[in-house]
């Protein structure tokens, strides 16, 4: 059953602590997105990934960082420098070359404590 | 920054009505899709229009692209309660060494009352 997962569902973060939160697709796609979704609002690009090994920023990078050592896997970490970390996060995954639909997880919910 | 606007930013209709939605950008695309959200889960994509169609049609859904006014109108006809939901609007922009990212407007909020 190909698909793309995003866990945890919920997550909580004290004050000053990193989190990582998971993306796993196995729909063979090259590309991969982390999107954040504030309440009432549109997506915004944190950061994405064209191919493995390669990441670009998106538009709100600050606080946040990636990795893409697989092709399958786009984990992304919401640091202690991240002032306002509580959010709905969407993970996306695409084939390469335009024109094409991107597939969504069902969200990780982050909130401070 | 966002490159969408969509237009309402609410919209509340009884079943059996159309919905319209509107969408508009700010630069050149390779493409603009529309994205569905149902309360509190990920997206799902309705309709992709490349940048050299101007309407195409998926079920009771049909979209237009006007790409000298660079906007994009979404119709949902005959709608049903199970249509409410967030509908965003994504384009591909079409950028000096392909970019190859989708960027989101805010979304326009259904409600199709029963």
């Known amino acids: 059953d190909g698909g793309i997962t995003q866990s945890p569902k919920y997550l909580f973060r004290k004050e000053g602590q990193n989190v990582t939160l998971s993306c796993e697709q196995n729909?063979?796609?090259?590309?991969m997105y982390w999107y954040r979704q504030d309440p009432g609002q549109g997506l915004r690009l944190i950061y994405y990934?064209?191919?493995?090994?390669?990441?670009q920023k998106g538009d709100i990078a600050e606080g946040y960082s990636v990795s893409r050592e697989k092709k399958e896997s786009f984990p992304l970490t919401v640091t202690s420098a991240q002032k306002n970390p509580t959010a709905f996060y969407l993970c996306?995954?695409?084939?390469?070359?335009?024109?094409?639909?991107?597939?969504f997880g069902q969200g990780t919910r982050l909130t401070v404590v | 920054s966002q490159q969408g606007e969509e237009d309402p930013q609410a919209l509340s209709i009884q079943e059996g009505e159309n919905a319209t939605m509107n969408c508009s950008y700010k630069?050149?695309?390779?493409?603009l899709q529309w994205y569905r959200q149902n309360s509190g889960r990920g997206l799902v994509h309705l309709i992709l229009?490349?940048?050299?169609?101007r309407e195409k049609h998926s079920g009771r859904l049909r979209v237009t692209l006007d790409t000298s006014k660079k906007s994009s109108s979404l119709l949902i006809t005959a709608s049903r309660a199970a249509d409410t939901a967030s509908y965003f609007c994504a384009t591909d922009p079409n950028t000096q060494g392909g970019s190859e990212k989708l960027v989101f407007g805010k979304g326009t909020k259904l409600t199709v009352n029963p």
């Open positions: 229009i490349r940048s050299n169609e």
């Open positions: 729909l063979n796609h090259d590309a």
């Open positions: 630069t050149s695309i390779n493409n």
């Open positions: 996306a995954s695409s084939h390469r070359g335009g024109n094409t639909e991107a597939f």
């Open positions: 990934s064209q191919i493995v090994n390669d990441f």
